[in-house]
């Protein structure tokens, strides 16, 4: 869908990856965007018949429904893939194994599946020993993923991020200024004042950011896809670790910032350093980041914590 008035042009992609992702530009030669929605579409759809783990045609579903005794396969994905599953690999190291793409069998079992089914949720114990793993029963090289048995995986810590700088690509080569967002993943060339949102009020703003050179911007929390475990009635969320596949409720929010300068894939970055902070300390995490992330997150004890050089404040009384 494409929209337009005398100052901004906008982009619609209200249905993809289940959040939407809206394009807009100002200052810009309006005349490409028509051409640029087809090709951003086909974009959008490879990647979401690829990675969507809410799809039951994506290639990455296809890893769970091998034959369990056909022993060790491998799946070939786009060539882009090979610097999603590189970003795995640094953070999976970073947080020792906190980060992991097999978590995917933990959100499930607390029924996160292809759709919310709390009906069937369990918090039972959760053993990663039991899980396949990162690494080890399953990895990469390049594109390709090897298995040595039918795995679950879910690569949405980075996955909306990714797949917002890949629309960048095309952009920054048609377009002078714009911003992409992704339900709250920002990529943006313009200079922006954003509201950090109140984790317990999605109406409020706990505080802003000031972006003022081309940078990606994400945010983590667990306000918007929480539901209750029907074994223990216990309030679970997608935010887990992935050593004990449990939700984390010592964080409330987490916020990456991160210039498009320090490296091709600044949303994927951002997206997934904000996912670690749930689970690791920024000391962990920096460094595996590329120069230049700054960060910030609130505890469950409403403390607000921050990077040094974040540009940004919190709204105190």
Known sequence: MVTSDPSVFTLLFPQAVGTGIIVSSQRSDFSRFP???????????????TFSRFRSDSLINTAAAHDI????????????AAD???LYDALFQAT??????????????????????????S??????????????????TGATLHFRRPAHLDFGAAGKGFLVDLMADILVQNVDNFTI?????IYTTEELTIALENPYDTSQAVGVVH?????????????????????????????LDGLTGQSVHTVLASWSLM?????????????????????????QLVSAAPHGWQCARMSDMKNAQQSVDWPGEFFTR
């Open 123 to 140: 918090s039972s114990q959760y053993s990663s020993h039991r899980s396949s793993q990162w690494g080890t029963d399953v990895w990469h």
């Open 96 to 121: 020792s194994g906190k980060v992991t793409p097999t978590i995917a069998d933990a959100l499930i079992r607390l029924g996160y599946g292809q759709s919310y089914n709390s009906t069937h949720a």
């Open 211 to 239: 972006v003022t050179e081309p940078s990606a911007l994400c945010a983590s929390a667990p306000n918007r896809r929480h539901w209750t475990t029907a074994d223990t009635h216990e309030e679970v969320h997608h935010l």
């Open 35 to 49: 051409a640029l929605f087809g090709q951003l579409s086909t974009l959008i759809e490879d990647f979401e018949s």
């Open 259 to 283: 210039p498009t300068a320090a490296t091709r894939f600044p949303t994927a970055w951002a997206d997934i350093l904000s996912t670690a902070l749930f689970v690791s300390s920024p000391d």
């Open 84 to 86: 999603l599953f590189d």
């Open 181 to 185: 967002n992704a339900g709250g993943d």
């Open 69 to 80: 005794d056909g022993g060790p396969f491998e799946i070939s994905f786009p060539s882009y």
